[in-house]
């Protein structure tokens, strides 16, 4: 995604129902889901993005810790 630190964008259709699923790659290997949401225009909304990044930066903050 544009704008982003490395995020992708999981699309998923159920039924007439169209979800989205933020997600990243640690390592080029593992695939990191995060946030989802039921997108309902063209732009993604901001505020899920950043939460995305949040939640992103805070998992490698805690592996970091291990």
């Not at 593992?30 to 998992?59: C, D, M, R, V």
Request: net charge neutral; charged share 40%; hydrophobic share 35%.
């Amino acid at each position: 995604m544009e704008d982003t630190s490395g995020l992708f964008e999981v699309r998923v259709e159920v039924g007439s129902d169209i979800y989205r699923v933020f997600s990243f790659f640690d390592e080029g290997r593992l695939i990191i889901l995060l946030n989802g949401f039921q997108k309902k225009s063209q732009k993604t909304p901001k505020n899920e993005i950043e939460l995305a990044e949040k939640l992103k930066k805070q998992y490698f903050d805690e592996k970091r810790e291990k």
